[in-house]
């Protein structure tokens, strides 16, 4: 269990640093309650990784050497592509085009919205903003894989705390940080993470 919840901690804290729900939480923080927006944002994931886990636990029912192998070719996959994206990135403090993508996503969504919020609009609306930007996310895929190998409870419990990490870093210091994380490092230390992650499951399947 302690393997899982480090694994689920490690590999979510670094992933998320720099995501596109990364600078959604610090650009909503900027204009409504941070408790607010961290309630919603952190509820989302918290649900999303909740989703993720029992997806993996309705695939461990599949022949284990099909999952074994499956876990190394995603970790490994998800790796290299991380090295290579890595290797294509200025060495500009964070990705404008993500910035872009969570700026066009929020304000779409105040559009929508009226102009004086309730604070059930705005942990709602945080919520559902991460919840469709976390869908599909390289994250959930590697929580998916990590909880069809893994004890299921270890991975929640460190998957949800990295998330909460991240949350509350985007929501109390996001503006000041954003400007100062290099999404190159941060792709680098997740592409390097992957494949450790690969080569500790193959080690342990053999």
């Not at 990784?49 to 970790?75: D, M």
């Not at 991460?130 to 998916?144: K, L, P, S, V």
């Not at 409870?153 to 100062?180: D, E, N, P, Q, S």
Request: charge should be neutral; aromatic fraction near 8%; charged fraction near 15%.
């Amino acid at each position: 269990m302690l393997t899982a919840f480090t694994a689920g901690l490690l590999l979510i804290t670094v992933s998320e640093l720099g995501d596109k729900t990364f600078f959604i939480a610090v650009i909503l923080a900027m204009h409504h309650s941070r408790r607010l927006v961290f309630i919603g944002v952190t509820a989302a994931l918290a649900a999303m990784t909740i989703l993720s886990v029992l997806f993996g636990q309705a695939v461990s029912f599949l022949p284990k050497s099909y999952i074994h192998y499956a876990e190394i070719a995603l970790f490994i996959a998800f790796g290299l592509k991380l090295l290579y994206d890595a290797s294509k990135m200025s060495p500009a403090a964070c990705d404008t085009e993500v910035v872009e993508e969570a700026e066009a996503a929020v304000k779409k969504a105040d559009l929508d919205l009226p102009k004086q919020k309730t604070s059930l609009a705005i942990v709602i609306e945080a919520f559902v903003l991460t919840f469709m930007a976390e869908w599909g996310d390289r994250t959930q895929i590697a929580t998916i894989a990590l909880a069809a190998g893994n004890n299921p409870i270890g991975v929640t419990i460190g998957a949800i705390l990295g998330h909460a990490i991240c949350a509350a870093i985007a929501v109390i210091g996001g503006k000041m940080i954003a400007g100062r994380i290099s999404e190159r490092q941060l792709t680098l230390i997740g592409g390097c993470l992957f494949l450790v992650f690969g080569v500790v499951a193959a080690i342990e399947g053999a």
